[in-house]
């Protein structure tokens, strides 16, 4: 006997007359006295079943115990439904099956949601996630997952890249992240660490001959959850031998495009557009602008030096963007705390109203050429900033954030890939005062800088890229170190001597004492690039078995205190503060 010999979302107005066994779970139950209808349901649709009494009275029977998500088979007759019964929104809507045997192959028991429910507690759905899983949209998320990664895989496959495994248990590799570690029974007290990426891995395979390495990896990284992060994720991870930073660019734009295809998608033009890093921070306060919105932001620092207004003269920089609104003061004080949230101290502003007329506490202080700088169409609002560099950048790169929200300034059908080249390559630690990395240790610099390395850190830019979609930053890369001299240099100077650098990279240093070839790769982040083709605002709804903002996995429970014997085992014993025990 076979389960079944067609599927719940196959059958058409053709097949009128065939028999058919179909199997799936029971979506929904019409019981009209007599007749009783159910949609079954599998993977790829729906059929309505109808079961007559006269016709198959077992059947019926069977029928009337029935309920949401019972696991059925039916077999009987496909029919042609009745012209007025047509369902033209299925794509089986114009047949049904009139079932002569059913049989009810699993039960279930009253559901704590309903498939397809909207709205359903989040916690509720990932508790019972292999629920929330039969629904259309983890179906249709999940397979949509699987359809871009296969795209991508093709694209590297055809390009001559070679999927090599790299270990997840290993040594600290940093990402600026906390690591996970992992107790190892075998030798107690001592720990691996859980990759947050498979950086100094692809680098060796590329010292080891490869030439072109990939991996759909996971990576894991432990940072607070957001919309955006977990503990864990996959990354489409790519390093070349002999490489520039086009052609590192060329790949990723190829494997973008190529998941685009596997879609069925129109893809996004190439090139993808680029922007150099000071140019994204000069005109977008941020390293991963939305381009599908202008909004950008101003300089008014040379025209402030001898203001009046003290905020502005005393600025190390002073900066505006125009909205395209005349915000009430209830709206602006909604800014100002948006503003403060960025740090700045708080918020000056002239409203042009839609007469014309200016708003503004500060107007009285500001010179005619001030004003002139400042003049903007009526209907608009200029907001300021003024602070040092960096923050003024922050405080108009929210903003400008918020107001594309707010104000749904992007264009949804849009689609706005970018590049973002030329980091710097340190930055300060805020904490320590130190220069620390931007994107990783191992980041090339710019040629011809190397003697600036350890001179002028603040000055060197680095090769390192990021890709951007709508906002979203979906990866980073560069070109890297290849030679130890160098790498020594940028160990230097962050402060980290030689004895630490051997024992925390030992490994990578002998390995470029061996022939290293010149080589540069990238990383994809696939959730939040998956997350972007489904629409969805999070990547939750993109992976499977996700957790939850606390760090938790309301499905197993996880993680767990574990018995004293195991840790003792381990060799570890826990001191957990009483209000988190
Ligand atoms: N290892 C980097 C990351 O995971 C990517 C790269 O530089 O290739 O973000």
Redesign the pocket.
């Known amino acids: 006997m076979s389960w079944r010999d067609t599927t719940c979302g196959a059958l058409r107005a053709a097949d009128a007359g065939r028999r058919v066994t179909l199997a799936g779970w029971a979506d929904t139950r019409r019981d009209h006295g007599g007749l009783v209808f159910v949609d079954l349901r599998d993977y790829s649709g729906l059929t309505q079943l109808v079961i007559n009494p006269e016709r198959a009275p077992a059947a019926a029977e069977v029928a009337h115990d029935v309920r949401n998500e019972f696991v059925l088979q039916a077999e009987g007759e496909v029919v042609a439904r009745a012209p007025d019964a047509v369902n033209p929104n299925l794509p089986t809507g114009e047949i049904e099956l009139q079932v002569d045997t059913l049989r009810i192959v699993s039960r279930a028991e009253p559901l704590p949601f309903q498939v397809g429910e909207e709205n359903v507690d989040e916690n509720l759905r990932l508790r019972y996630r292999w629920l929330d899983l039969r629904g259309a949209r983890m179906q249709r998320n999940l397979r949509l997952r699987h359809t871009a990664i296969a795209g991508m895989r093709r694209a590297m496959d055809e390009l001559g890249f070679v999927d090599v495994w790299t270990p997840s248990m290993t040594k600290g590799t940093p990402?600026g992240a906390r690591d996970f570690l992992v107790p190892v029974r075998l030798q107690p007290g001592r720990f691996f660490a859980l990759a947050?990426?498979?950086?100094l891995f692809?680098q060796l395979t590329q010292i080891g001959g490869f030439d072109r390495y990939y991996q759909i990896a996971t990576?894991w990284r432990d940072e607070d959850l957001r919309a955006d992060r977990q503990f864990e994720f996959r990354?489409l991870?790519?390093?070349m031998s002999f490489a520039q930073r086009e052609d590192v660019l060329d790949v990723l734009e190829t494997a973008v495009v190529a998941s685009f295809e596997a879609l069925g998608r129109e893809p996004p033009a190439r090139p993808f557009p680029r922007l150099s890093w000071h140019e994204a921070d000069a005109r977008y306060g941020s390293d991963k602008p939305d381009l599908r919105f202008g909004l950008e932001i101003q300089d008014a620092t040379e025209v402030t030096r001898g203001s009046e207004f003290g905020v502005f003269a005393g600025a190390e920089a002073v900066r505006f963007l125009v909205a395209p609104r005349a915000f009430s003061r209830a709206e602006l004080a909604r800014l100002e705390e948006v503003a403060k949230e960025w740090g700045a101290k708080g918020l000056a502003y002239l409203v042009t109203d839609t007469s014309g007329e200016v708003r503004s506490p500060i107007a009285k202080f500001l010179s005619e050429a001030e004003l002139a700088a400042f003049r903007s169409e009526p209907g608009t609002t200029v907001l300021f900033a003024a602070a040092d560099g960096p923050t003024v950048s922050r405080v108009l790169g929210g903003l400008r954030t918020h107001l594309g929200r707010e104000l749904e300034l992007a264009d949804p059908e849009q689609q706005a890939f970018l590049w973002i080249l030329d980091f710097p390559l340190f930055e300060r630690d805020p904490d320590t005062g130190r220069w620390t990395f931007v994107?990783?240790p191992f980041?090339g610099v710019h040629e011809g800088q190397e003697h600036l390395i350890e001179a002028d850190p603040g000055a060197c830019l680095s090769q390192?890229y990021d890709l951007v979609w709508n906002g979203w930053e979906l990866?980073?890369?560069?070109i890297r170190i290849h030679d130890q001299e160098v790498q020594r240099a940028v160990f230097r100077s962050m402060g980290i001597g030689e004895e630490e650098a051997r024992a925390k990279f030992g490994f990578l240093l002998d390995a470029l004492q061996m022939g290293a070839p010149p080589h540069g790769?990238?990383?994809l982040g696939i959730d939040r690039f998956v997350a972007l083709l489904a629409g969805e605002p999070d990547i939750r709804q993109v992976i499977a078995f996700p957790k939850v903002a606390s760090g938790s996995d309301p499905l197993t429970g996880a993680p767990t205190p574990m018995p004293e014997t195991t840790l003792r085992d381990l060799g570890i014993r826990t001191i957990v503060p009483e209000d988190q025990a």
């Open positions: 990402e947050q990426s498979p950086q692809k990576c990354q991870d790519v390093e994107h990783h980041t390192a990866g980073s890369g560069s790769g990238f990383a």
